[in-house]
């Protein structure tokens, strides 16, 4: 098993052709102060499909690896005994879990961060619209293939469906001396491995963060003036991620940002009164929770998008 992590500033993949962009831009002081609190609800979903992945897949998709290798060797003796192993493997798994579908074997984590504001995302989105007005499919292709700030953690399972039998079908073909043919059949096993991703959208996780400690400072009803400055730049570089989190597509209903953005107001205008109490951010975290929560299973709420087509695209 592995879980790796790969870091990518996919600002150089998205603008390289879009002319309004002239380099990277830092990242706010304030999300460099919340960016540990990110990290540590990325290292937990991680840690949780580590959990998950099973010790008898992971040693069959060893062994499978190590049978191909053996072959590569002209070692048949090799290659049936790291067979044997995978077989045995699987066959203990499936009498302890026999309605397992899929045997998750390893887990990998890459970050995309775009490493721009607002204004330059819009910059690059207008030039790719452009370029799809005139058909020019492939610019546009680029310039948005960078265009995220995420998290993709992706687990690879072994089906379990398949998986046994294929392997089972392999020992005959290297008894009849058929070596070719048996490492195509391992090759094509390999190929049937099952990869689900879960997405972690950077700027709702930083917002969300933002917003945890600005309940937190506004229930305060002896804040420092030290504190309130603190919360009003909380409330505003929340707003930002929230705009950046709209502009990329990860949420849902423009309607919803647009009542975020009122409550968001609401509270700064009742923290700089003066006011506190708990419950100012009951209406947030509830619309927040509408924009951006939902099951790992793909069930998600209901886009722009979607209404869209319900009704013929109009």
């Known amino acids: 098993m592995s879980d790796k992590e790969v870091t990518e500033n996919t600002l150089d993949q998205a603008s390289g052709n879009a002319s309004e962009v002239a380099g990277a831009e830092p990242k706010s002081a304030m999300v460099e102060a919340v960016q540990p609190a990110v990290d540590q609800v990325v290292e937990g979903k991680t840690a949780e499909k580590r959990r998950q992945t099973i010790g008898e897949a992971v040693t069959a998709l060893t062994e499978t690896k190590n049978a191909l290798a053996a072959l590569d060797e002209k070692d048949t003796t090799k290659a049936l005994d790291a067979l044997a192993q995978v077989t045995g493997k699987l066959e203990l798994l499936l009498a302890r879990r026999p309605r397992l579908a899929l045997a998750p074997v390893d887990v990998q984590t890459v970050v995309h961060d775009i490493f721009a504001g607002t204004d330059t995302i819009e910059a690059i989105l207008d030039e790719a619209e452009n370029a799809l007005k005139y058909g020019e499919v492939q610019k546009a292709r680029h310039l948005l293939s ?3 700030s995420e998290i993709v953690i992706t687990t690879t399972s072994l089906p379990l469906a398949t998986y046994p039998k294929a392997i089972s079908a392999v020992a005959p073909l290297i008894d009849q001396g058929k070596i070719d043919e048996a490492k195509a059949a391992l090759q094509a096993v390999l190929g049937t491995l099952v990869s689900s991703s879960v997405v972690i959208p950077l700027p709702v996780e930083r917002a969300r963060a933002m917003l945890k400690e600005a309940e937190s400072l506004v229930e305060k009803s002896d804040r420092s003036a030290e504190e309130d400055k603190r919360l009003g730049a909380l409330l505003d570089d929340a707003r930002k991620q929230l705009e950046m989190a709209e502009l990329l597509g990860y949420g849902r209903m ?6 975020i953005y009122d409550q968001i107001k609401s509270v700064k205008e009742k ?3 003066g006011q506190s109490g708990k419950g100012f ?3 947030i975290m509830a619309t927040f929770r509408s924009l951006f929560d939902h099951k790992e299973d793909g069930s998600l709420p209901q ?12």
């Not at 423009?254 to 009542?259: N, S, V």
Request: proline share 0%; glycine share 12%; charged share 50%.
């Open 303 to 314: 886009t722009d998008a979607d209404k869209s087509r319900q009704h013929g695209g109009k």
């Open 271 to 273: 923290a700089k009164s």
């Open 281 to 283: 951010f009951d209406d």
């Open 254 to 259: 423009k309607k919803d940002f647009k009542d």
């Open 146 to 148: 960078g265009v995220a």
